[in-house]
Structures are given as structure tokens and as C-alpha cells.
């Protein structure tokens, strides 16, 4: 079981948790008209080796409270890369390492205690107010937030960007009116007829990066015998990843060998609710180890489906949780989300 420390400092995002208020006879307006919300957050600032993210869902109730079921990565407590079960088949992947079509058959890693339980559970108030909803935490130290709420133009899904935190730097949260357990497969996401597109803030060697308005190439993954649960993608090239500069002075790009590939490994980590994951590093970076699967720094990225109304998938929220085996200058956290509504 993970351990999260609470300790009672203004700067330090452990807390002890409060008792839950009261239900009261009251009707709150639910943010959006929906109650069931994925979220990513996080506390990124550049100069900061203690930032922090959190994945998971705010459950809306309309006595007015409000309840958080979220995983937490901290660079106080780096933890490991772990294996999610799932290796891809000869479908979607090769045991040749030369192939310049199909990602290498390697387990899927993803962030330390994704494929658990969540880490912290926590009860508040809201209030909606035209188009802002605020949030207050019932827990030992100060946490309020305040959301813009935004519908999309079918009215099946909702949301919310992050206004103002007491903690929080970055924030993105999708909600409709579909269960948490609601989620679809590999297939149906690979299927998805719109087009998705990617923002992201990311903190790496005490560097903030945002990334606006990317495209996701959803449609480069290869689809898996087993459908449902994978997709792989090995990018043939990246004009500025996987560099000489960058980690591979032997065979990275920019060298004579000129390899600048990236395996890409999307996958579910749960049949019950909406985690997934997402896996990725530079194909030079294995070579630079003698290693067929890279054991070094690769990215994992834990996402939660954002799921509509009818039940269709719209994308995901997402945070990058890449602790460095070295020092924590090395880590690489994220805070992103990748929909078809933006």
C-alpha cells in the first residue's frame, strides 16, 4: 500500500483529512448539469523540487458537497515505474528490433501505484455561480478552487478550467452525467471520428513548457489482437526528441547511426472505471543500454477517459509522472488534457 504523509505546513499538499459535512436539504446546481467529473491537477512552479500531481475524479452531489478520489505523485516521495500486465501481441508489436513499422513487444510501464487504488479521498462544498463553480476542502489546512464551467455546443459534456487554487498551479477536468465505471475499449477509442488535440504544462530540470493546441495522431496506433486493451505506435521519426544533445550520443539523431524513433504504448489499466495509460521513450536510448526495453527514464503518463453523456469517448485527462532514477532535477511531471473539446 502507498503511504502519503500529512504534514501541516502551507507549502506541503499531504494533508489530514476532516470529517465529511453534513448532507443538507438543500439543491445545488451541479456544475456544467453534470455530476461526475475526471481531473487532472497539478503544483508546477520552475524553481520548486517538491511540485506534485494528481489524477482521478470529483464526484458532484446536489446537497451541494463535493467528493475527490485522486491518485498522487509528489517529488518528495519519487516513486517507481511499475509493469501493467499488459504486453503487446505479434499484432502490434515485433521482437525484431530493426522493424520500422511496429513498436518492440515490451510490458507496459506506468506510473507507481496507478494500477491501485487511489491514494487520497477528500469531501467539500461547492457553489455555481453563473459560470464558475467553487470548491472548498474539509481538510486540515486551507484548500479552496475555483473552476470555469464551459458546455459543449451538444450539451452532452462539460468543462471545467482552472481559475484560481490555494495549492494547485494547472488544472483540466471533463465531466458528464455518465458513471465513473463507464468506459470504453481500445477499439472504440482507436475508432474515435473526431480529432483530438493535446494542451500541456510540463515541468522538467526547472522548466515550465506548455504545450497549446497539439495535434494527438490517434490514428497512426496500430490496434492489437487483444483490441480492447492496447494500441502501439512507433513514431519512425522526431525533428526534435531522441537528439545527440538529448541522451544518445552514439545513435540518436544527429549521429551517424540517425535514429530518432519513439515507441509509443497506449493501454487500459483498469476494466472497471476510466484509468488508462500511456508509455513512451526514445528507441536510441535503449541502444545507447544494449536494452531491447528501455529500463531508463521512458514516460509514463496515467490518463482518465473523458467519457459523454451517451457514453461515447471524448479523450482524456492526463499527467506525466516520470521520476528520475538520479536526481529529482531529472524528473519529468505533467499536467495535460486531450479532447475534441477545448
Known amino acids: 500500500m502507498r503511504t502519503v504523509l500529512s504534514i501541516a505546513a502551507a507549502a506541503v499538499l499531504a494533508f489530514t483529512l476532516a470529517p465529511a459535512p453534513p448532507a443538507t436539504a438543500s439543491t445545488a446546481a451541479l456544475p456544467g448539469g453534470k455530476s461526475t467529473y475526471v481531473v487532472s491537477q497539478g503544483h508546477l512552479k520552475a524553481s520548486s523540487r517538491e511540485n506534485w500531481v494528481r489524477l482521478g475524479s470529483y464526484r ?6 463535493v467528493t475527490a478520489s485522486l491518485y498522487l505523485w509528489w517529488q518528495r516521495h519519487p516513486e517507481a515505474r511499475q509493469g501493467t500486465g499488459m504486453t503487446p501481441d505479434a499484432g502490434c ?3 525484431a528490433g530493426g522493424s520500422a513499422t511496429r513498436a518492440r513487444t515490451c510490458q507496459v510501464l506506468t506510473a507507481g501505484g496507478f494500477t491501485g487504488a487511489p491514494d487520497e479521498t477528500r469531501t467539500g462544498t461547492y457553489t455555481v455561480s453563473g459560470n ?14 475555483q473552476w470555469s464551467v464551459h458546455r459543449s455546443s451538444d450539451g452532452r459534456l462539460a468543462r471545467l478550467d482552472l481559475r484560481s487554487s490555494t495549492l494547485a498551479t494547472h488544472g483540466y477536468a471533463y ?8 468506459r470504453r475499449a481500445m477499439s472504440s477509442v482507436k475508432a474515435h471520428p473526431g ?3 493535446q494542451d500541456l504544462t510540463s515541468w522538467a530540470g526547472g522548466r515550465l513548457v506548455p504545450s497549446l493546441n497539439q495535434p494527438f495522431g490517434l490514428k ?3 490496434a492489437c489482437k487483444t483490441t480492447t ?3 502501439t505506435y512507433l513514431q519512425p521519426s522526431s525533428k526534435g526528441a531522441c537528439q545527440k544533445a538529448g541522451g544518445c550520443p552514439k545513435y540518436g539523431g544527429g549521429t551517424r547511426a540517425d535514429v530518432s524513433s519513439i515507441q509509443y504504448y497506449l493501454t487500459k489499466i483498469s476494466n472497471s472505471d476510466r484509468r488508462d495509460s500511456i508509455w513512451h521513450w526514445c528507441t536510441c536510448l535503449a541502444m545507447e543500454r544494449g536494452q531491447f526495453c528501455y529500463t531508463g527514464n521512458s514516460h509514463v503518463k496515467p490518463l482518465m477517459q473523458i467519457i459523454d453523456d451517451r457514453g461515447f469517448f471524448r479523450g482524456w485527462v492526463g499527467a506525466e509522472a516520470s ?3 538520479g536526481a529529482r532535477g531529472a524528473d519529468m511531471l505533467a499536467v495535460f488534457r486531450i479532447s475534441d473539446f477545448r
Not at 464558475?132 to 478552487?145: G, H
Open 93 to 95: 508489436s515485433t521482437k
Open 175 to 182: 465531466g458528464s452525467n455518465a458513471g465513473l465505471g463507464t
Open 323 to 325: 521520476f528520475s532514477t
Open 60 to 65: 458532484f452531489a446536489a446537497n451541494g458537497t
Open 132 to 145: 464558475v463553480v467553487s470548491i472548498r476542502w474539509k481538510i486540515a489546512q486551507r484548500w479552496t478552487e
Open 195 to 197: 480529432t483530438l488535440r
Open 220 to 222: 497512426s496506433f496500430r
Open 229 to 231: 486493451s492496447c494500441l
